[in-house]
T-cell receptor
Framework: DAGITQSPRYKITETGRQVTLMCHQT?????MFWYRQDLGHGLRLIYY???????DKGEVPDGYVVSRSKTENFPLTLESATRSQTSVYFC??????????????FGPGTRLTVL | QKEVEQNSGPLSVPEGAIASLNCTYS??????FFWYRQYSGKSPELIMS????GDKEDGRFTAQLNKASQYVSLLIRDSQPSDSATYLC???????????FGTGTRLTVIP
């Protein structure tokens, strides 16, 4: 079934470990986004990508790395996980970044716990 | 001042009533506006998008945009218990490719 998927859905890791969250979409959308959702803060943008090999920082990029070698994949890496990175992470995609096709569609989310 | 502000609620309405959700935004040049619904433990799903001043209706949902006053609202008519969720307002600011989200309003529809 076409759509946007994330893996893993749940992850528990320890402080200092590297963690990679995967995001895959089958719509050939140009734009992809990573958000984190925390109580009291809502959804905050970490990084986004306008196309393969084009990425840009969002509101809260520190401690995260992204890459986009293929249009359909947009992995998010926590290089050295900290407890403050415990959160629910959502990937999203949109056909464009503006105009009538800028609706973002969200993946199911990854719940990450850093001990 | 946050870019997008919503009353966090909770907002409780009886079944069959009209639920009114409001959102204000700070960037006067914002161009795209969205309402997402998020059930507990689930991902946000799009309810409505609106780009022009006025009302846009889709079934029981009506989005209202007033750019002069910098607010966007969502009306849910004939509210159902299944409408109980958190509603997120999102805005795309001038020149931005990403959305800014409010913290959401939690709606409870009482049977």
């Amino acid at each position: 079934d076409a759509g946007i998927t994330q893996s893993p859905r749940y992850k528990i890791t320890e402080t200092g470990r590297q963690v990679t969250l995967m995001c895959h979409q089958t719509w050939s959308h140009s734009y992809m986004f990573w958000y984190r959702q925390d109580l009291g803060h809502g959804l905050r943008l970490i990084y986004y990508s306008a196309a393969a090999d084009i990425t840009d920082k969002g509101e809260v990029p520190d401690g995260y790395v992204v890459s986009r070698s293929k249009t359909e994949n947009f992995p998010l890496t926590l290089e050295s996980a900290t407890r403050s990175q415990t959160s629910v992470y959502f990937c999203a995609s949109s056909e464009s970044g503006n105009g009538g096709t800028d609706t973002q569609y969200f993946g199911p989310g990854t719940r990450l716990t850093v001990l | 001042q946050k870019e997008v502000e919503q009353n966090s609620g909770p907002l409780s309405v009886p079944e069959g009533a009209i639920a009114s959700l409001n959102c204000t935004y700070s960037d006067r040049g914002s161009q795209s506006f969205f309402w997402y619904r998020q059930y507990s433990g689930k991902s946000p799903e799009l309810i409505m998008s609106i780009y022009s001043n006025g009302d846009k209706e889709d079934g029981r949902f009506t989005a209202q945009l007033n750019k002069a006053s910098q607010y966007v609202s969502l009306l849910i008519r004939d509210s159902q218990p299944s409408d109980s969720a958190t509603y997120l307002c999102a805005v795309r600011q001038t020149g931005a490719n990403n959305l800014f989200f409010g913290t959401g309003t939690r709606l409870t529809v009482i049977p």
